[in-house]
């Protein structure tokens, strides 16, 4: 049995959190300093996670192995399943020509591509975030923008800074649920208490996404649709989580701020759009953009015989079989994710086809580890059961809605299995960059370094309401999910404000909006991102670009949490 030794350097909290940061430093170093490809930095993070938790913690050797395999199988099943699927979906209406009538679709709404980004990453990855989560509204909308003509790199942190406000009440509002049920808690009180904070953010990443597309220039001309956007998603936000549904939170948002804004583009339009549009085409000749990584390096493929496929007039390596005047097809060009949102609003929001999922998922004792890994209060750790959730995946629902979208466009069968296989092949490098990181993440948890962090924090006293954001922030950006970061540190928010005196469902509720600032710079959703768009092997490069947002995201949260604690108690319910 190995029980986790919280202070093992000196029986000081302080040195023995020195230690345990060593992991997260060096992939952040690799990452953001040294320019080090994603795989091999997750690799070389994982060997001093393992270092440190065999000769720091004291932890076997076996057990520590054993932790990262279990992690390695999470971080392949479910997280990286579902984009596989999510990308396979995407390839298979560029096969079928049925992506640039997307396009065109898009520009029915507004030709403006700060517009677009605001609609897309925005108002539909927040409705995927609330039916799916787990990575799939980054990897959808990444290649979304990419179709309409964004630069790599752009598109990518784009949809990285975008899914922040949504991810609180994700996945049908998993993180917050997963407090309540840790803390004991009442869900709904947690959520309440999110939903006067995280709408806040809200109001202003859509007008930080038209900086991200097209700077100062952008905001001055298109401020007011992403004003409308953000205030309309943010009080929906905290409407729903306060008087509705906490679940229903995110759906609500999204739709109603979709809603709006297509309602506002009815009698306005931003001016500047050629000129936008124009910018951002230079961009994307310039970074050599408009490619996946499920499309390859080389050309787009054919559609298939009887689409009548013409080329691609903007340069995006999308060839299409719809002309110019045709919009018959155009309502088509929506099915995907017609499919994608029907089929998550049956799993998640209809009980019996929820509960037949759930019963479906099958509890795994991991050999050798479960069992024999305690937590720092001597109780058996729960999480050395692995779930595999075969059929209640959001990738194995992406699939499904797969094999519908094929049969609507008529891809034969042997195209599609030949797509999905050329997909896995594509995303070999990412396969193996998380798993790496939720190898690294399993090692840290189930060692004690990651609580260990967590204890040094939380014994900040009255300063800890400034710095329990923070907990948040660095349980998401370890593991890739605020759900997880909210099964590590929730119970210890909990503590730490009752020993402080503070309110202990307002630091729970600090834990979950903190930590949806720490998704975009998670290696895991760094990984997803660069292979959505493209850009395997330059994760670092996102990560600079995404680093200074959520830093400076974490650091309003963190003033927002103090104030809310004292001067401002009065916003909380």
């Known amino acids: 049995m190995y029980e986790p030794d919280l202070t093992p350097v000196g029986d000081s909290l302080g040195l023995s959190s020195l230690l345990a940061a060593l992991p997260l430093a060096t992939l952040f170093v690799l990452l953001g300093g040294l320019r080090v490809k994603a795989h091999l930095a997750g690799l070389l993070a994982l060997a001093v996670a393992l270092a440190v938790a065999v000769a720091g913690y004291g932890m076997p050797v076996d057990l520590a192995l054993l932790s990262a395999t279990e992690g390695a199988a999470f971080g392949l099943f479910p997280i990286m399943w579902i984009v596989v699927a999510a990308i396979w979906v995407y390839q298979l209406t560029v096969t079928s020509g049925r992506f640039e009538d997307l396009r065109r679709a898009f520009a029915l709404i507004s030709a403006d591509p700060r517009v677009q980004a605001v609609i897309i990453a925005f108002c539909f990855g927040g409705l995927l975030e609330a ?9 959808i909308t990444g290649v979304m923008l990419m179709a309409l003509g964004f630069a790599p790199v752009r598109a990518a942190i784009t949809v990285l800074v975008a899914n922040t406000a949504p991810v609180a009440f994700g996945a049908i509002a998993t993180p917050i649920i997963t407090a309540g049920s840790l803390t004991g808690i009442p869900y709904e009180d ?4 999110v939903g006067r904070q995280t709408p806040l953010l809200a109001l202003f990443v859509p007008l930080l996404l038209v900086v991200l597309v097209d700077g100062a220039r952008g905001v001055r001309e298109a401020w007011p649709a992403a004003l409308v956007c953000g205030v309309v998603f943010g009080c929906a936000q905290f409407l729903s989580s306060n008087h509705v549904s906490v679940e229903l939170t995110d759906i609500i948002a999204s739709l109603a701020a979709l809603g709006a804004l297509v309602a506002f583009l ?13 910018r951002l085409a230079e961009t994307a000749r310039r970074e050599g953009g408009g490619r996946t990584a499920a499309e390859g390096p080389g050309p787009s493929q054919a559609p298939e015989a009887g689409e009548g496929a013409s080329s691609d007039a903007e340069g995006t390596g999308v060839r299409t079989g ?10 088509m060009a929506f099915l995907p994710y017609l499919v994608v949102i029907a089929v998550f609003s049956v799993a998640k929001l209809w009980d019996p086809a929820k509960e037949f999922l759930a019963d479906s998922d ?5 050999p050798g580890l479960d069992g024999h890994v305690l937590t720092s209060t001597g109780d058996v750790s729960t999480a050395t059961v692995y779930v595999l959730p075969w059929l209640s995946s959001p990738g194995t629902l992406l699939l499904l809605c797969g094999v519908a979208v094929a049969a609507a466009y008529r891809v034969p069968p042997a195209t599609a299995v030949r797509e999905f296989a050329a997909t896995l092949a594509r995303l070999r490098l990412p396969l193996l960059t998380v798993a790496a990181v939720l190898a690294l993440a399993y090692v840290m948890n189930l060692s004690g370094q990651t609580l260990t962090i967590g204890r040094w924090i939380a014994g900040t006293g009255a300063a800890f309401a400034f710095l329990s954001p923070v907990l948040g922030w660095l349980g998401t950006a370890v593991t890739g999910s605020d759900t997880s970061a909210n099964a590590l540190f929730a119970t210890l928010q909990q503590a730490a404000a009752e020993k402080a005196g503070l309110d202990p469902t307002l630091l729970v509720a600090a834990n979950t909006s903190g930590g949806v600032v720490g998704k975009m710079i998670s290696p895991q959703n760094l990984t997803i991102a660069a292979t959505a768009v493209g850009m395997v092997g330059r994760e670092a490069e996102l990560f600079r670009g995404a680093i200074r947002w959520s830093l400076l995201l974490l650091l309003c949260m963190c003033v927002l949490v103090y104030l809310q604690s004292g001067a401002l108690a009065g916003m909380l319910p």
Not at 131 to 139: D, E, S, T
Not at 190 to 193: K, S
Not at 267 to 273: A, D, E, L, N, S
């Open 362 to 366: 099958l509890d795994i004792a991991w």
């Open 322 to 331: 719809t002309r110019a005047g045709d919009r018959t097809r155009i309502p």
């Open 266 to 278: 009815r009698v306005w339009q931003p001016p500047g759009t050629e000129e936008a549009r124009a």
């Open 190 to 193: 947690i959520g309440a208490y």
């Open 131 to 139: 039916l799916a989560g787990f990575g799939a509204p980054v990897a």
